[in-house]
């Protein structure tokens, strides 16, 4: 192929995937921005006590559910896979497996989150920011169940490419959350936000599930359910290490929020901030993330290796573009984002401090997401919840412990271990990538199989 068609080549990969992601990205948006909304109107109507509180508990619901939000995550490229090789009832034994799916992983997370709030002073905070996160706790990990099945739903869509249903949803979700979070916390103060976001999501889940009853997506055709039981069984085996690359990932923050607290309640606000602005960028990667990891899967699906690379390296440049976009926009406007959220100056100051290491590590966050999405997209998860694991346990937790508490950088110290982590991550992780395609570089066609790498 001549180096102009290469450019070709790419340039409408990158278009297709830009169509592709766009309303992947879109929801992805919507829904971190729920997030924001909460945190800006608790941090404004209640106070940077209740900032933190809901900032603990968030964190720690999201921790227990990721091992399904993102383990979910290998769904598509699976659908994309088996919709490129025309295989109508691989498509649905494989809806009806992440149904089962949904409900094994709906019991972990209820029994994980009720052993948490029977016990959960453990985390050795502060008595007020407890007592405050306890009862939010609860309420927005139970609002977690229907999100689970709301992913699974979406993750068909999105390997069907036809993720606009979903992000219509959530953008409709989103203005009736900001609605109800006013009315709610008006009336009943933090808890109100709780209530907001368990609506909301039952409100999202019962829309998407009357959207696929009324819309068929495949040819009706006799399954069977001895290969849903068997299709529901491996997709739980993938989606444990694919959940685990998130757990781990998300679990390294949730551990910084923590030791946030260990230091003192401004920290810890201060970095509920900080970590909701980077969350929503880095929500918005997962979406170009996404994107090309079906795109990756479409062309496991047809087994062409020339276009996976393209579609791998196409996600590459289109993270990479945004998320320097991302980073000088946060340098530039940072302290008009945080008095968005507070008027607390020393939260502002620590806030700020923050940011600047967030900024530094956009690129790093943006790149190690893709690397996971493109390896997802061949169903490569174990080792990569190895380096995972890795990255954010042996690297960064360590690094920011030292270098908060060891040398006295206190809150900054605990960040610049996260950028340590992240970084770590994203050269592995793309290592990993580039070592499998030149394993295959001598292959035009290779196993479609989803239990194997390339």
């Given amino acids: 192929m001549s180096s102009s068609s290469k450019i070709e080549a ?18 992805q948006l919507s829904v971190i921005l729920m997030g924001v909304s909460d945190n800006i109107m608790i941090g404004r109507m209640v106070g940077k006590e209740a900032l933190a509180a809901s900032g603990l508990a968030h964190s720690l619901s999201f921790l227990i559910s990721s091992i399904a939000v993102g383990g979910l995550s290998v769904l598509s490229p699976i659908i994309a896979k088996h919709k ?51 009862p939010f706790f609860l309420i927005v990990t139970i609002a977690k169940i229907p999100l689970i099945f709301f992913v699974a739903h979406k993750q068909i869509l999105d390997g069907l490419s036809k993720p606009k249903i979903a992000m219509y949803i959530t953008f409709v979700g989103l203005l009736v959350n900001i609605l109800l979070n006013y009315i709610l916390i008006k009336i009943i103060g933090l808890n109100g936000a709780a209530y907001s976001t368990l609506g909301v999501r039952l409100s999202m889940l019962a829309l998407i599930i009357w959207y696929f009853k009324r819309k068929p997506f495949w040819v009706k055709t006799t399954i069977n359910f001895k290969s849903v039981k068997a299709d529901a069984i491996k997709l739980f085996r993938l989606s444990i290490p694919g959940g685990l690359q998130l757990f781990f990932e998300i679990g390294a923050f949730s551990a910084a929020l923590i030791m946030m607290g260990w230091i003192s309640d401004t920290a ?31 062309a496991l699906g047809l087994r062409n290796l020339q276009r996976l690379r393209e579609s791998a390296n196409s996600a590459y440049f289109l993270v990479t573009l945004f998320m320097i976009v991302c980073m000088a926009f946060i340098l530039v406007f940072r302290n008009q984002l945080i008095n968005l959220y507070i008027d607390d100056q020393e939260v502002k100051a620590v806030a700020s401090s923050l940011l600047i290491i967030a900024a530094i590590f956009q690129l790093s966050d943006g790149i190690q997401v893709v690397a996971l999405g493109n390896l997802r997209g061949i169903s490569d998860v174990n080792i990569p919840a190895y380096i995972t694991f890795a990255a954010y346990w042996l690297i960064s937790l360590p690094a920011g412990y030292i270098l908060a508490f060891n040398y006295d950088l206190q809150s900054e110290g605990i960040w610049y271990g996260l950028l340590a982590g992240l970084s770590s991550a994203a050269i592995l992780l793309t290592l990993r990538f580039s070592t499998l395609i030149k394993k295959s570089a001598g292959l035009n066609h290779y196993p479609a199989d989803s239990n194997h790498s390339i």
């Fill in 10 to 27: 790419y340039i409408n990969e990158s278009k297709s995937t830009v169509q592709l992601a766009v309303p992947i990205v879109t929801a």
């Fill in 84 to 134: 490129a090789a025309n295989q109508p009832k691989e498509l649905e034994e494989n809806y009806r497996a992440s149904i089962r799916v949904s409900i094994w992983f709906s019991l972990l997370i209820t029994i994980v989150a009720l052993l948490v709030y029977l016990d959960f002073h453990i985390l050795g905070q502060s008595l007020k920011v407890s007592d405050l996160s306890k």
């Fill in 268 to 298: 810890m606000a201060a970095h509920q901030i900080a970590i909701n602005i980077a969350a929503t960028t880095y929500m918005m990667a997962t979406g170009i993330s996404y994107a090309g990891s079906i795109r990756v899967g479409d």
